[in-house]
């Protein structure tokens, strides 16, 4: 959920989590700390999405300090109705795809390629257990931080599941690969 | 320092061997974190028992903080495995018929600790790992995830340097395991203590800062683990073995 409307809510939400308006740079330390974990955060980006919840009327930017220009961010009615909307909606996350460059490997390699393709397999675990050992890091950082992070959690527990159903995937490949061309004495 | 040269182990004999261990090498410098993954019978326990000096190998050395496990006298292995090395195993193996605080105090007091010392040191051990509300309880009272916490207390006890772990999240659902690992987490990163951990969950081994996966008693893959921001430990460990 990288793109598309993930973001736009999360903006949104971040927000909404300031009813009297939050101004660009405390809205963009928020971003991080809420959802730095799970977006690279490009804020030319953020702006963007921000101008256009804008436009549509979900966001308004009010100006508090009449000597000052600085301008702060606020829901609107409506988006607090489009919040409401989307957080009851079904999530649309579709499942994520098989390792398809593997499987285009996989199709064309000869079977005298095993070793290489193992390898392979061996690269992609690697890879895998790196990206494990980052959720464990940023778990232990969580529980010593004195922020409620039980939403987090539960996106760090699908996470770590899905990392884990890759994980025996690859252990199934290799060794049917094994299997089906076994080495020739 | 744990250092295996070159070491095969082999079980049974003509048609029945086992090659549990088989040419293994590798330098786990202190103070790492490391876990040892792979199939059933890929020789992961066998490690654990080598440097226990719990079996010896059939060829090749093994040597823990520089000395040759094999040279050792009965007298002097059964010394390393209760002043240097804490095991904690999958089935707890804690005695029935002592309390929590006794079986912590055990490996103190067979090390003929004088009962003063015995005391303040299971006190220290039990808050260590949050259970000194469970002292006087003995183990068939406690959930396995306390169980658990007492034996890595009795691990600890002795300020070992090395703590080997066998599954020890085997017998426990998930909570319970992660509590463990974080017990074993911070006796590594704050003690300085050497971990070596048998286990099967991908999840919990990257707990550690390298991973060897073994196949058939050989080192299949090597795998180290991200360099976290300021933490020193790993990059010692970096570029071994």
Known sequence: MRHGSGIRYALLGVVSRNPEGVHGYALKRQCERTLGSFWQLNFGEIYRVLDRLAGEGLIEQVVVEPESSRKLYRITADGRRSLDDFILAPPTDAPRPLRQELAVKLLFAAPERLPELLRLVDHQRESYMQELFRLGVQRRRLARAAVDAFVTNLLIDGAELAVRAELAWLDEVARKLQERFPPTP | ????????????????????????????????????????????????????????????????????????????????????????????????????AENVGLPLVLDGVRQ?????????????????????????????????????ARALVMRPAIVLADEPTG????????????????????LGVTVLLVTHDPVFAAYATR?????????????????????????LVRGRP
């Open chain 2, 116 to 152: 003063a010392e015995v005391d303040a040191r299971v006190r220290e051990a039990l808050a260590m790992v949050s259970m000194s509300h469970r002292a006087t309880h003995r183990p068939t009272h406690l959930s396995g995830g306390e169980q658990q916490r007492i034996a890595i």
């Open chain 2, 171 to 190: 017998n426990l659902d998930r909570a319970g395991g992660r509590a463990i690992m974080d017990l074993i987490h911070d006796a590594n990163e704050r």
């Open chain 2, 1 to 100: 320092m744990i250092e295996f040269r070159q070491v095969t182990k082999v079980f049974g004999r003509g048609d029945t061997v086992v090659r549990a261990v088989a040419g293994l090498s590798f330098v786990c410098p202190r103070g790492a974190f490391w876990t040892i993954m792979g199939p059933s019978g890929a020789g992961k326990s066998t490690i654990l028992h080598l440097i226990a000096g719990l079996t010896t190998p059939t060829e090749g050395s093994v040597l823990v903080e520089g000395v040759d496990v094999a040279g050792m006298t009965a007298a002097e292995l059964a010394a390393l495995r209760r002043r240097r090395i804490g095991y904690v195993h999958q089935a707890f193996n804690l005695l029935p018929f002592l309390t929590a």
């Open chain 2, 211 to 235: 991973v060897l996966r073994l196949v058939d008693g050989a080192l299949q893959q090597n795998m180290a683990l991200p360099d976290d921001e300021g933490d020193s430990r790993v990059r």
